[in-house]
């Protein structure tokens, strides 16, 4: 059974950063995985990505602010938030279990989501 546990969101001010991790259990850890963030009435959006072969993808919207990476000994990915924005006030997923159908950034791609953790970014 795979599980994907995330922690890290939490309340910070614009212009701060956050750490997210997600701990997987009975999955591939090597495979890819992703980020995926939504907001309350909107779609779930693909944040960023990371490859088997270590390579990523991220949404424009923080291109040079987020960074995705994974350590494989800990089973654990993470996605560091830096210049937070008010508009990144978010419930963020960890995703994995990519079905090969459809765009790395949909969430239809992804079979195995975690729970989510709330980031709020104030003025």
């Known amino acids: 059974q795979v599980q994907l546990v995330e922690s890290g969101g939490g309340s910070v001010q614009a212009g701060g950063s956050l750490r997210l991790s997600c701990v997987a259990s009975g999955y591939t850890y090597s495979s890819k995985m992703a980020w995926f963030r939504q907001a309350p009435g909107k779609e779930r959006e693909g944040v960023a990505v990371?490859?088997?072969?270590?390579?990523?993808r991220y949404a424009d919207s923080v291109k040079g602010r987020f960074t995705i990476s994974k350590d494989n000994a800990k089973n654990t990915l993470y996605l560091q938030m830096n210049s937070l924005k008010l508009e990144d006030t978010n419930v963020y997923y960890c995703?994995?279990?990519?079905?090969?159908?459809?765009?790395?950034?949909?969430?239809?791609?992804?079979?195995?989501w975690g729970q989510g953790t709330q980031v709020t970014v104030s003025s």
């Open positions: 995703a994995a279990g990519w079905t090969l159908v459809g765009s790395e950034m949909f969430q239809s791609a992804y079979k195995y």
């Open positions: 990371i490859r088997s072969d270590g390579s990523t």
